[in-house]
């Protein structure tokens, strides 16, 4: 009987055992998975794509590798930009041992769409895109070039195969010319159309893993906690060049640049405008180069193109060392921009604009002009110690004696005063009496009377 009592309960405490085991296998029953506390590093991806930005995210990828985040999400909101330099970015996220989300808050276009589909997992906010990756030129034109246009369709193929994504939705971003069945929206992509997706469209065909509302809900969803979260900022000389490579902002220091340098170039002593060119240049390149778009040769280039404008006012060379100092300080100038139709344009207006400036200025103050060192402009007064030469007009007409032997030059003496006289070549004695018949100048002509 205790026995029998004794299987009872080893029985019932299997029976327990099994039913709890069972319930814990089922979806939703399941205790909730242990929610996971490394670090969680946002990385905002919102400007342009170009050297800058590459920049500023590989100073992101290496400060979250050394807190040891266990997983990177990518803000993104961009209108794309550099294909090269995507490409470059989408290199260093395959690359991270770090998981990386791509929360796109806003739009993944164009470049910023090939960044999204480098990521692990794509996170979308309602109302944003991806896709329009078709490639452009500077001035906006679609690139024809079909040997460009496959290597970049091919790019973002690959890119969305790597992440298990339909890689028929990407080429059909990247290329007008490719057609796209996506019956999960209903629609078809023909000839001449280009793929962009909202967040609905790119839940819907696998182009975007979740909708989320913030940057804490993606770092949730993924099974991170939100109490562990950092949120990449721009250093404050990023700040700084972020302001400075504003076109409007570098228009404005490449007027006063050249402005500047110029008027204590051609009206030297004021010493302000120099500092103020010499500074404004120095800001432009300071900001470009912090952005990551200018390298040390642009600031080699400058400096170059300063010395040799510097030279040419004091150096004879016809023009040819202001011709090499103007050529080297623009290619500086191109050299250290974003864009180099943005950076043409910039300086073509503050070319004009410093001209008007220079000219003005060169007019106010035309006495201090350097021109003014290749003009005689002093004058030998009597102020100043210096006789002119007495007119011998009057001398015409009058007579005089010989007080030397004409030779047929010698002395005279007419009116009281000793002359330095000629003859026409005939030779008259001394003390013989003469009448001046020609003046020229100082030379005085006279004949026996």
Do not use: C
């Not at 991170?224 to 972020?242: C, I, L, P, R």
């Amino acid at each position: 009987m205790g026995f029998s009592k004794y299987t009872k309960w080893l029985a019932i405490g299997f029976i327990l055992l099994f039913v709890v085991g069972w319930t814990a296998s089922i979806p939703g029953t399941a205790q909730a998975e242990a929610t996971k506390t490394d670090p969680v590093y946002v990385i905002p991806v919102e400007q342009k794509i170009e050297t800058g930005l590459e920049k500023f995210m590989k100073r992101g990828f290496k400060e979250a590798g050394k807190m040891n985040a266990g997983l990177i999400i990518l803000e993104v909101d961009t209108p794309g930009g550099l294909v090269n330099t995507a490409q470059n970015i989408g290199k260093m996220i395959r690359e991270s041992n770090i998981t990386t989300v791509a929360y796109i808050r806003g739009n993944a276009a164009s470049a910023g769409s090939y960044i999204a589909l480098n990521a692990d997992k794509i996170a979308m906010s309602p109302g944003s895109m991806i896709g329009a990756a078709a490639m452009v030129d500077s001035t906006g034109q679609r690139v024809e070039d079909p040997k460009l246009v496959a290597a970049w369709k091919a790019e973002m193929s690959a890119a969305a195969e790597s992440s298990g994504r339909n890689a028929d939705i990407a080429a059909g971003m990247a290329d007008i010319n490719t057609v796209v069945d996506l019956p999960e929206i209903g629609q078809k992509k023909e000839k001449g159309e280009i793929i962009a997706l909202s967040t609905e469209q790119a839940l819907k065909v696998g182009y975007a893993d979740t909708i989320a509302s913030s940057p804490e809900e993606v770092a949730a969803w993924m099974g991170y906690s939100t109490d562990n979260m950092f949120m990449m900022q721009h250093t404050g000389a990023e700040k700084v060049a972020s302001f400075l490579t504003n076109p409007i902002v570098m228009t404005i220091l490449l007027f006063l640049g050249i402005a500047g340098i110029v008027i204590e170039l051609i009206v030297p002593g004021f010493g302000v405008p120099g500092i103020i060119g010499v500074t404004a240049f120095v800001l432009y390149f300071f900001g470009n180069y912090v952005a990551g778009f200018a390298g040390n040769e642009t600031w080699l280039l400058f400096i170059v193109g300063l010395v040799l404008m510097i030279l040419e006012m004091f150096v004879p060379s016809f023009g040819i060392l202001g011709v090499l100092g103007a050529v080297s300080l623009i290619a500086g100038v191109v050299r250290a921009a974003y864009d180099t139709s943005h950076a043409m344009l910039s300086l073509g207006i503050a070319f004009a604009a410093a001209v008007v400036v220079i000219v003005i200025v060169a007019i106010v103050f035309k006495e201090r002009g350097i021109w003014n060192r290749f003009i005689l402009s002093e004058s030998l007064t009597k102020e100043q110690g210096y006789v002119p030469t007495a007119s011998k007009e009057a001398l015409l007409g009058m007579t005089g004696i010989s007080a030397t032997p004409l030779r047929p030059a010698g002395t005279a003496v007419i009116d009281q005063e000793r002359i330095d006289v000629v003859t026409d070549g005939e030779f008259i004695p001394r003390d013989t009496e003469i009448i001046v018949i020609h003046v020229e100048g100082a030379r005085v002509v006279v004949k026996p009377k």
